[in-house]
RNA sequence: GGCCCGUUGGUGAAAUGGUUAACACGUUGCCCUCUCAAGGCAAUAUUCAUGGGUUCGAAACCCAUACGGGUCACCA
């Protein structure tokens, strides 16, 4: 069997949407499940859109997500240049070729035209498709014409009978009348291809076995099969991919939680787990279990069982998964996601490493991203903490005030602050007062925390520090 | 509008003709616990968009209808 390559080829827009990386994470799993190569290329054929920085924003979010490119353009490879804006000859090549072959013809028809004819056709309710007005001109029209230097484009002679069938692993087999196939333009009158050309030529140039995409390619597959066998090349096997929806349905777009994995990545969230959950969007696994590493997802990957219906893109499952994640960090991996959040919301000049390394570790298993960690420290940051009429009430019962009293000196007297000594504190206020159980715990937390909940009581009260503490008791 | 694809619980989703329709998220309850989170346990679809048909038997096969999405660019 020949070598399985496959790859991932977008358009450089410095945007990458969960969709997008979706695809990019199923075509590296279906080489490497084969022992095979994963590509990178980058489709800027659109020379409107170009967005400075886009290739390294690329690269950084594969590298970020463990999925290195085996060849890219910063990968060389022996089937480079990676960037098709780097291969315009090579397309002029073979739509020279294909002209020869009468697989494609000239085209001088211009703006004002087509749209007329669109207009036409949507008055009359029927799809447009080119109306083949160039396809047989003489040659001694077209060689006066290109002397004029007329803008032109190349389109592809499309067959008007008949129908076209492939098979695609997820879809089954799909079939087309041909008479719905335009005479699509291959090469634009800027020189540059389209992406129905370009995409062509270098997956048959590149030796891609597979092609992973979207499944709004499916109904213009036909069109490259053509293409395909004008030159009597081998034709990849296809894999068209469900779209990925948010909750209702809909396109995914920002309204529905962050669709770029960068804003994930900014906001604390970890790639493995959104590799993982993005591995289950349309696809699972034929065991029941859900968490996967990489190696795992290479392993169990099997394209057959991808979904046909449209996945949804559900943000609490997200948190669910990487929370998962996020319990199983060291300390060091945990400082790293949720540090950058808290110096970004608060002033931490006063605190030092073990302090915002026991804060941090509290609350590892109360949030489910990075950030979060900033509103659920918020209480170790504010000077002033207002209480509810819960904890007001839970206040007034008899005792409570006795109890914060004799606490208060518990606290006063510790000359080592640690953790174990304000656990004595509490044992001996408990002696005391003869309070016990929640009735112990519960005033002291309302009166240091402001809250009814938390984490773990000494460890809250030792990172608040004996001031912060004696001075809430105060109040 | 033509063509293509889809439709299983609050959500994702398994099961490709044969006992009580997996599993997971979410939700609710219980346990643990000062509390919250985590963890453990349990509950959560007389039913697979609707209507016909095929079959001894259908969520699964066929046909129609409805709804949703995709596609019809010198964008990818």
Redesign the pocket.
Known sequence: MEKVRTRF???PTGYMHVGNLRSAIFAYLVAKHNNGDFLLRI???????QVEGAVDFIVNTLNLCGLTPDEGPNHPGNYGPYV?SERLSIYQEYAQKLIEMGKAYY?????ER?TKL?EK?DLE??????DGHCKNLSKEEIATRLKNGE???IRQAMPKDGVSEYEDIV???????NK?L?D??LL???G?????F??VIDDHLMEISHVIR???????TPKYNHLYDSFGWEKPVYIHL??V?G?D???LSKRHGSASFMDLYDDGYLPEAVVNYLS?????P?T???VFTLEELIKYFDP?????????Y?V??L???N??YM?KLSINQLLAITVPHLENAYDLSDKNKQWIEKLVSIYQ????YGKEIVDVTALFFKDHISLDDECRDFLSQDGVNNLINIFKEEIENIKDWNVENINQAIILAKEKSGMK??????P??IKVTG??????????IYLLGQNIVLNRLNK
């Open positions: 080829a977008p358009s489709e800027d054929t659109d020379q409107t859109r098709q085209c001088f028809c211009d703006e087509l669109r056709a309710k029927i799809p447009f498709l080119y803008k032109y484009v879809y089954g087999k799909i079939t087309v009348e719905l335009e699509q333009i634009k009158s800027d540059y291809p389209t992406y129905n370009a995409n979207g499944n709004e390619y499916l109904m213009a469900p779209m929806n909750g349905g809909k396109k289950l969007l349309g696809w699972t034929e029941t279990d859900e057959k069982r991808i979904n046909k219906s449209p996945a949804i559900d609490k499952k948190n669910w998964i929370a998962h319990k298993n109360h949030i489910s159980g929640k009735m112990l715990y519960m002291i937390r809250q009814m909940h938390g984490p773990e009581l000494p460890d809250t």
